[in-house]
């Protein structure tokens, strides 16, 4: 499913040998997806060409925001070099808690126009300052033939975090072509078009992003301050252990394995994102009314959690799995000497959404 960025570039999306290249910085590491379009049985797909990770330390990402440019500059440098990428062009994906998604209706403007009436737009939507925040409009098909309205997503962003993200990449010699929302990205790689309505969950180490597609039309778009490492934290404090240890049993153990201390932790730790989860079901029950949501996709580090599955799903009522990101990736190659499963590993669902956008 395609949809548009929320920032384009005069640099070209495509680079020249006709790949496009998904960058997606996150609180553990920067991870690259190399993909190129074509046809299979004369419908368009994507294959991959490079995939892979160099992790990143704790704290040079905090909650989506770029808090350490240098280290998060070397991070994309040793990236290129190790996997030998050669493409230039990239397009990055971004996220942070004041990110706002709404709906919104517009007269057909040229563009110009638009982006000179967006802010009297966001003005009674968007609790920042107007000229501290990044707006786009994401058109949602075409306009209406006896209005001329538009139909589609008013996307705001603070402006810092933003050009914090887009300096650290290009210190690293490489040129942001677009600037793309990570759950809209995510949205790309994990729905499935076979499904009506669906709720794409990614669970990161800091943030979790919701997007509640209809139709592959976003409804509901939330990242929340919560994540895989605040369950860490939640074990070494009430345990006793170190931050490695508590990383290792919440890996091994999760919430159904054998020491049921770790199991017990884990649940109380998870329950206010379950929450958080249950609420932005509940908030699209209530305003798309007839529309029922089918499944839950989850993706995302978090999502290897053991019992997680269960959980969400007993929570929801709905079923509920882990998606490979690669779902809808023709071919399973490896880049270089890498072999493929170690190259699937590097995969997220951001990465390989951002390319597919403008790739597919």
């Given amino acids: 499913m395609k949809h548009s960025q929320i920032g384009v570039s005069r640099v070209g999306a495509i680079n020249p040998d006709g790949h496009a290249i998904g960058v997606d910085i996150g609180a553990t590491a920067v991870r690259a997806a190399i993909l190129s379009p074509g046809t299979n049985e004369g419908r368009p797909s994507v294959t991959v060409h490079g995939l892979g990770q160099v992790a990143l330390p704790v704290g040079a990402v905090i909650n989506g925001v770029v808090t350490d440019?240098?280290?998060?500059?070397?991070?994309?440098?040793?990236?290129?070099?190790?996997n030998r990428f050669e493409c230039r062009n990239v397009i990055v994906g971004i996220t942070n808690q004041q990110v706002v998604v709404r709906d919104l209706q517009i007269p057909n403007l040229p563009p110009d126009q638009l982006a000179r009436a967006l802010p009297f737009q966001a003005r009674e939507i968007v609790a920042l300052p107007i000229d501290q925040v990044l707006l786009d409009f994401v058109q949602l098909g075409e306009p209406d033939p006896e209005t001329d309205i538009l139909t589609g997503l008013l996307v705001a962003t603070p402006r810092q975090p933003v050009l914090?993200?887009?300096?650290?990449?290009?210190?690293?010699?490489?040129?942001?072509?677009?600037?793309?929302?990570?759950?809209?990205?995510?949205?790309?790689?994990?729905?499935?078009?076979?499904?009506?309505?669906?709720?794409?969950?990614?669970?990161?180490?800091?943030?979790?992003?919701?997007?509640?597609?209809?139709?592959?039309?976003?409804?509901?778009?939330?990242?929340?301050?919560?994540?895989?490492?605040?369950?860490?934290?939640?074990?070494?404090?009430?345990?006793?252990?170190?931050?490695?240890e508590a990383e290792r049993a919440k890996w091994e153990n999760g919430l159904n394995g054998t020491n049921k201390q770790v199991s017990k932790t884990l649940d109380m730790a998870l329950r206010p994102?379950?929450?958080?989860?249950?609420?932005?079901?509940?908030?699209?029950?209530?305003?798309?009314?007839?529309?029922?949501?089918?499944?839950?996709?989850?993706?995302?580090?978090?999502?290897?959690?053991?019992?997680?599955?269960?959980?969400?799903?007993?929570?929801?009522?709905?079923?509920t799995s882990v998606v490979?990101?690669?779902?809808?990736?023709?071919?399973?190659?490896?880049?270089?000497?890498?072999?493929?499963?170690?190259?699937?590993?590097?995969?997220?669902?951001?990465?390989?959404?951002?390319?597919?956008?403008?790739?597919?």
Avoid: C
Avoid at 69 to 78: C, F, G, P, R
Avoid at 184 to 193: G, M, N, P, Y
Avoid at 282 to 306: P, Q
């Fill in 69 to 82: 440019q240098a280290v998060v500059t070397a991070a994309l440098k040793q990236l290129w070099e190790i």
């Fill in 164 to 244: 914090s993200a887009v300096a650290a990449v290009e210190k690293a010699g490489l040129r942001v072509a677009r600037v793309d929302l990570s759950t809209f990205a995510s949205l790309r790689s994990i729905a499935d078009a076979e499904v009506s309505v669906e709720a794409v969950v990614d669970l990161g180490a800091h943030l979790t992003n919701i997007v509640i597609h209809s139709h592959g039309i976003p409804k509901v778009v939330r990242s929340i301050p919560r994540g895989a490492y605040e369950l860490t934290q939640r074990l070494a404090d009430d345990l006793g252990l170190s931050v490695e």
């Fill in 273 to 319: 994102l379950l929450a958080e989860i249950r609420s932005s079901i509940h908030y699209f029950a209530s305003v798309e009314g007839t529309a029922l949501l089918e499944r839950v996709s989850l993706t995302g580090g978090g999502s290897a959690l053991r019992g997680l599955t269960q959980t969400v799903a007993d929570l929801v009522g709905l079923p």
């Fill in 324 to 360: 490979n990101p690669m779902q809808h990736v023709r071919n399973r190659l490896a880049n270089k000497d890498v072999q493929a499963d170690e190259a699937e590993g590097s995969a997220s669902a951001v990465s390989l959404g951002l390319a597919m956008g403008a790739a597919a």
